[in-house]
Each structure stands twice: as C-alpha cells, then as structure tokens.
C-alpha cells in the first residue's frame, strides 16, 4: 500500500478505485482525502483536483480493475 500511495498520489499525483468503491461518486474537487495502511494508520493526506473519471491511468497497477482516475494536489505522505 504505502510503494502505491509513493508512486500514485506522491509521484504521479493521482488516485485510482475500482467500481465498487463505497462514495465514489461523492468525490469531488477541493475534497481533503486521506491514504490509510493496514498496520499504519494515516500514511498520506492531499487535496483532490478532478472529478473521477473513468481512464485508466499507466501508473495504475491493475488499471483495468481499478480504472476510476482523479488528480489530487498538495499531498503530504507519512511514509518514513
């Protein structure tokens, strides 16, 4: 989880679900969002710039199953 936020929301300053992810819809820019890893807690936080749209990205691992893409902004990580 934590290499994926790095890459994802860190690098390529996106984000990435599939389409079962609870409140997807809700998504929404200038939403505060936060990364969570199991055994971690809270290891990322960002501001969200796009509405999801349905593109896979090429950073995604998996993009066909997870092919719902936003931008986000302003990302602090907690990976350290």
Do not use: M
């Not at 969570?36 to 501001?47: E, F, M, P, Q, W």
């Not at 092919?67 to 602090?76: H, I, K, L, M």
């Amino acid at each position: 989880a934590e290499a994926c936020i790095q890459s994802l929301v860190g690098d390529e300053r996106v984000y990435a679900f599939g389409d079962r992810t609870p409140g997807r819809g809700h998504i929404k820019p200038g939403d505060r969002i936060c990364f969570y890893a199991t055994g971690k807690g809270v290891v990322a936080h960002a501001r969200v710039t796009s509405r999801p749209v349905n593109r896979p990205h090429p950073a995604v691992h998996d993009s066909e199953r997870y092919p719902w893409v936003f931008e986000v902004s302003d990302a602090t990580l907690y990976l350290s």
